[in-house]
């Protein structure tokens, strides 16, 4: 499997936003799916930043009560 670039990951997140069905649950996802990127050290912590901001904030955030254990 090929490492997504900054570029396509951008643009996926801004079609994913796009559709009606676009929710929190898509959100929490992409929230997700981006901090794993940036664990893997496959995303650096700015790209991570810039696309995290394209995602919708969930309040709360479950993914830090995963990532803080």
């Given at each position: 499997m090929e490492t997504p670039s900054?570029?396509?990951?951008?643009?996926?997140?801004?079609?994913?936003?796009?559709?009606?069905?676009?929710?929190?649950?898509?959100?929490?996802?992409?929230?997700?799916?981006?901090?794993?990127?940036?664990?893997?050290?496959?995303?650096?912590?700015n790209e991570h930043l810039e696309l995290s901001t394209a995602v919708p904030t969930v309040e709360p955030d479950p993914s830090l009560s995963i990532f803080l254990g």
């Open positions: 900054y570029e396509e990951l951008r643009k996926r997140v801004q079609e994913a936003r796009s559709k009606d069905d676009y929710d929190d649950r898509h959100a929490c996802c992409w929230q997700g799916y981006l901090a794993a990127l940036l664990e893997w050290g496959l995303i650096t912590p």
